[in-house]
């Protein structure tokens, strides 16, 4: 019993306050965790479009639609990682270059879910 307690107690002591956050490693796995909720999140809604262009491609009998889906997504990935690397060149080397790229990931993810969203709502 006294060995569970301990467990979870230093499990407890791992895990960050994301809502208060007080050291540059807390900040850094509080971000990763953000950054790897919004990528969770656009996996899912990636998903429901593809399967919506799927559904779009098999009316329009082609296979064009889920294509160039795709490939934009695909471009869109190397983009956001290009662009989040630039974001980390600020603390290049250091505590918070990991920061500055999981805050960027998270951020751009984010709005990449939204037009997905769009898309996937036809507005």
Known sequence: MFSLI??????AAQQPNCSDPRTQAEMNECAARE???ADADLNLIYKAVVTHYEQMDREAETTEGVKRLRAAQR?????????????????????????????????????????????????
């Open 6 to 11: 301990l467990a979870s107690l230093l499990l």
């Open 35 to 37: 950054a790897n909720a």
């Open 75 to 123: 471009a869109w990935v190397g983009f956001r990682d290009a662009q989040c690397a630039v974001a980390g060149y600020e603390a290049l080397g250091g505590s918070m270059e990991s920061l500055l790229v999981s805050g960027c990931v998270a951020e751009l993810t984010k709005r990449r879910a939204t037009e997905l969203r769009i898309m996937l709502s036809g507005r």
